[in-house]
């Protein structure tokens, strides 16, 4: 995410350096499930499949359990991937294992941060301010306390930090 909020193609304007690799290996093989949004999990199908398993995220995504929260029919082309709706990520956070990461989908992270069924949000914050795009948080979205879990300054100035959802929250 850029200083000013936007997620939106990070590739060209984010640059990670071995730290911040490092960080998200560990995200990955604390993962065993992946939880999308139908846009995201549309444009993630038509590319990460072809990826060969020599790319960490590809291996990751490709050979995870992949959930996709939409309210209406998607054509799920990509192998392991069930359509879940709001309710159903309640009943995939009961069920035993690791972490479920989802990579990307700012819509729905904001939706999950929301009802409260997002445990942690972890960013990577560059010194870079892209100035539009499509941000995590739109205008209008409300107040929401969150606690810093975790934070540290890697090279290049990138801020990692990790939240969970505060105590203090306004709905």
């Given at each position: 995410m850029s200083l000013d909020g936007v997620v939106e193609r990070?590739?060209?304007?984010?640059r990670f350096g071995d730290e911040a690799h490092e960080m998200m290996a560990a995200g990955l093989a604390a993962a065993d499930t992946v939880l999308l949004g139908r846009?995201?999990?549309?444009?993630?199908?038509?590319m990460w499949p072809t990826m060969p398993d020599s790319?960490?995220?590809a291996r990751f995504l490709n050979g995870s359990p992949k959930y996709v929260v939409s309210s209406e029919p998607i054509n799920l082309t990509w192998a392991d991937s069930t359509r879940i709706d709001l309710d159903g990520v309640a009943e995939l956070k009961?069920?035993?294992?690791k972490n479920i990461l989802?990579?990307?989908?700012?819509?729905?992270?904001a939706s999950l941060l929301r009802l409260g069924l997002l445990d942690e949000l972890a960013v990577m914050i560059p010194p870079?301010?892209?100035?539009?795009?499509?941000?995590?948080f739109?205008?209008?979205y409300g107040r929401l306390d969150l606690e810093v879990v975790d934070s540290r300054i890697l090279a290049g100035g990138?801020?990692?930090?990790?939240?969970?959802?505060?105590?203090g929250n306004m709905d």
């Amino acid at each position: 995410m850029s200083l000013d909020g936007v997620v939106e193609r990070p590739s060209e304007w984010m640059r990670f350096g071995d730290e911040a690799h490092e960080m998200m290996a560990a995200g990955l093989a604390a993962a065993d499930t992946v939880l999308l949004g139908r846009r995201t999990y549309l444009e993630f199908a038509r590319m990460w499949p072809t990826m060969p398993d020599s790319v960490p995220m590809a291996r990751f995504l490709n050979g995870s359990p992949k959930y996709v929260v939409s309210s209406e029919p998607i054509n799920l082309t990509w192998a392991d991937s069930t359509r879940i709706d709001l309710d159903g990520v309640a009943e995939l956070k009961a069920r035993p294992g690791k972490n479920i990461l989802i990579p990307g989908s700012p819509r729905l992270v904001a939706s999950l941060l929301r009802l409260g069924l997002l445990d942690e949000l972890a960013v990577m914050i560059p010194p870079v301010v892209v100035g539009g795009g499509q941000r995590l948080f739109e205008d209008g979205y409300g107040r929401l306390d969150l606690e810093v879990v975790d934070s540290r300054i890697l090279a290049g100035g990138i801020l990692a930090a990790t939240y969970s959802r505060g105590s203090g929250n306004m709905d």
